[in-house]
């Protein structure tokens, strides 16, 4: 039977998901929290979905044998190219970022751009979740292969990186978007220097604030919330628990303790990762003229 002091399970592949964490700490304070960083295999956005799953499955399958009683999959690849497939696979619920994030865009605006790692953008999951609610939005949704090793690599703050961004930015500009989205959990860590390349009109939807507002209510619905007093967080990785300790420190405000994890194996080798990388490095306008 489920305890509701069991902790609430939340990943991603490297320090991304800790925007999420952060987002747990203001709305979600009574919480335990297993936080797993899948740092040895960082990054997924150019990995092939197979691969993406099969690490998914791999995670939750150690998140329910360390009996969480919830997961955020804190990674909006895994959530755009696992959850549907491995969700039914385990007896606890799990939340992806697409839809909070995609109901928060169109409540936003209706020019609405996604930046994302490649495997997202090429996904096409924000597209299709924010035409569901709002047919005639536009969306155009922009793989940034980049971002991720600059924040992984702690490089945010470093002329390149901002002229990196600039470029990025630029067709999005051009379209005259009202609203853009963090389509990838890293991404809420180069806020500032985004902010001063965007127009101060633009709005910028972080979904981690809507993933945790979703947790927040399955909790009450199923009557799960924690007893308050009692919370506290376990880090995990795969790959250099002191590498991530010290990255983390900036966007924590303490140095975690980390554990390296040894992930359930699930046999065979995967398939060779196929490069999406260059379908999807330039902006996909989503909708046809009709
Ligand atoms: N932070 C993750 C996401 O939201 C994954 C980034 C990556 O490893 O490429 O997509």
């Known amino acids: 039977m489920t305890n509701h002091n069991q902790p609430i399970g939340v990943f991603d592949s490297g320090v991304g998901g800790l925007t999420v964490l952060r987002a747990m700490y203001r709305q979600l304070r009574d919480e335990s929290v297993l936080y797993f960083g899948d740092t040895a295999r960082l990054p997924y956005g150019t990995r092939s979905p197979q691969e993406i799953r099969q690490f998914v499955r791999e995670i939750l ?79 155009w949704e922009i793989g940034c292969p980049e971002f991720v090793p600059l924040i992984e690599g702690d490089r945010i703050h470093t002329p390149e990186t901002r002229e990196i961004i600039r470029e990025y930015l630029q067709p999005l500009l051009q379209q005259r978007i009202d609203t853009l989205v963090y389509g990838c959990t890293h991404y809420p860590l180069l806020e500032p220097v985004l902010r001063q390349l965007l127009p101060p009109e633009v709005t910028l939807v972080d979904p981690a604030t809507y993933v945790v507002e979703a947790a927040a209510q399955e909790l009450d619905l199923l009557g799960l919330r924690a007893t308050p007093g009692a919370a506290m967080t376990r880090f995990g990785v795969s790959g250099c628990p002191k590498s991530f300790a010290s990255l983390s420190r900036q966007w924590l405000g303490f140095v975690p303790e980390v554990e390296q994890v040894q992930l359930p194996d699930l046999g065979p080798s995967l398939p060779a990762t196929e490069s999406v990388v260059d379908t999807v490095y330039r902006v996909v306008e989503s909708r046809e003229a009709s």
Do not use: H
């Open 61 to 139: 399958l150690w998140m329910a044998q360390s009996q969480v009683k919830m997961a955020i999959v804190a990674c909006n690849t895994s959530s755009a190219l696992a959850l549907e497939a491995v969700r039914s696979e385990f007896d606890f619920p799990i939340l992806g970022l697409i839809l909070p994030g995609a109901r928060a865009a169109v409540g936003c605006g209706q020019r609405i751009g996604v930046i994302a790692t490649p495997a997202t953008a090429a996904s096409g999951a924000y597209r299709r979740a924010i035409w569901e609610m709002n047919p005639s939005a536009r969306v």
